[in-house]
């Protein structure tokens, strides 16, 4: 089975009607005989965007630290692009990472570093040349709406800016990818409407969107394809709709 190395570049235009990432039986199991997920399966295309729902507990946070080779399945397999992720050596993680962009509810940033010092500091991090910082840094930041806030440090900001900021951090490596992992969970309701605009309008220019969620209103209103989670299990995969009962 190949493995994905730094010289290996993550595409995914060839993929053409096959499944961007595919979740095959995976099965999560911890010391204790706690079962995070049993017997997972799903597909995803490029440039859908999914839902992930259920509540706490459910899975979803589980199924987020394997996409992202944080954690690996006891049982089953997980494909992206085509590749098995399962298989990726240590090394070759971070290079894997950079073509996943992820987005968490606690932001995650450098309270040090003003908004474009953080999204710099992505960019750096991966070796990009200056010329290449100094190209995507303002365009990231007019994406997301915060051209004008570059200077300011993460503690002036509100909460839904310092989620913009966690958003075009993400977005800086041009994913092909973007996981948000309860993104609107600490926020309130019309800052909450804000970032969940902005998620769809990403995924509108193409980028494969996974919201892990469970925020019912965000998942009624985008009515897109709902994968939903209960205690481990899969219960539901539905095209669109809402949230469900």
Do not use: W
């Not at 706690?34 to 729902?53: H, N, P, Q, R, T």
């Not at 997980?78 to 962009?101: E, M």
């Not at 290449?132 to 930041?141: C, D, F, M, N, T």
């Not at 193409?206 to 998942?219: M, N, P, R």
Request: with cysteine.
């Amino acid at each position: 089975m190949r493995t994905i190395n730094h010289n290996t570049k993550f595409e995914v235009s060839e993929l053409k009607d096959r499944p961007l990432i595919s979740v095959e039986h995976v099965t999560k199991s911890y010391p204790g005989e706690i079962v995070a997920l049993d017997d997972v399966s799903f597909k995803i295309k490029e440039g859908e965007f999914i839902c992930l729902v259920g509540p706490s507990g459910a899975g979803k946070s589980t199924i987020v630290k394997m996409l992202i080779r944080e954690e690996i399945p006891s049982k089953g397999e997980i494909y992206v692009a085509n590749r098995n992720i399962c298989q990726i050596k240590r090394y070759q993680i971070p290079y894997f990472r950079r073509k996943i962009g992820v987005v968490f509810q606690d932001y995650k940033l450098l309270d040090h570093k003003t908004v474009s010092e953080n999204i710099v500091f992505a960019l750096e991090v991966s070796e990009a040349s200056d010329d290449e910082i100094k190209i995507r840094v303002p365009k990231i930041l007019n994406l997301v709406g915060l051209i004008d806030r570059a200077a300011v440090f993460p503690n002036s900001l509100s909460g839904g800016e310092r989620q913009r900021v966690s958003i075009a951090r993400a977005l800086v490596h041009s994913p092909k990818i973007l996981i948000a992992d309860e993104p609107t969970g600490n926020l309130d309701p019309d800052t909450s409407q804000d970032v969940i605009d902005l998620l769809r309008k990403i995924n509108s220019a193409g980028t494969t969107v996974i919201l892990a969620t469970h925020d019912k209103g965000s998942v009624d209103q985008i009515n897109r394809r709902v994968i939903k989670l209960e205690k481990g299990k899969l219960t539901e995969d539905r095209m669109s709709g809402g949230y469900g009962k």
